[in-house]
């Protein structure tokens, strides 16, 4: 199983972003997927989550700015960002569990600055 982040750069506060993570190899479908981030000196933290069935979960830092989604024909799922903050500043990561394993992507940097 392998995810592929994309879609980070460099935005003004304010702006916006939208990342994709997309998932290949031995996948039935998508499961439910997760992105994280972590920032230098911090633990990785959990941004948002999706189920299977499509049920979204949120960090409070992120409700009301960010949308996660996920197109199951093309094996991908994303993170709409907006109201970028120079505390979202991170590498963002997707995450997704198949059976007992957890597989990451690489992570894709995004780092909010004036």
């Known amino acids: 199983v392998h995810l592929v982040e994309s879609g980070g750069g460099l935005v003004h506060p304010g702006g916006s972003l939208k990342l994709s993570c997309v998932l290949s190899?031995?996948?039935?479908?998508?499961?439910?997927t997760d992105w994280y981030r972590q920032s230098p000196g911090k633990e990785r933290e959990l941004v948002a989550s999706?189920?299977?069935?499509?049920?979204?979960n949120y960090a409070d830092f992120v409700k009301g700015r960010f949308t996660i989604s996920r197109d199951n024909a093309k094996n991908t799922v994303y993170l709409q960002m907006n109201s970028l903050e120079p505390e979202d500043t991170a590498v963002y990561y997707c995450?997704?569990?198949?059976?007992?394993?957890?597989?990451w992507g690489r992570g894709t940097q995004v780092t909010v600055s004036s």
């Open positions: 995450k997704t569990v198949v059976g007992p394993i957890s597989y």
């Open positions: 190899g031995r996948i039935f479908g998508l499961n439910a």
């Open positions: 999706i189920a299977v069935r499509g049920t979204t």
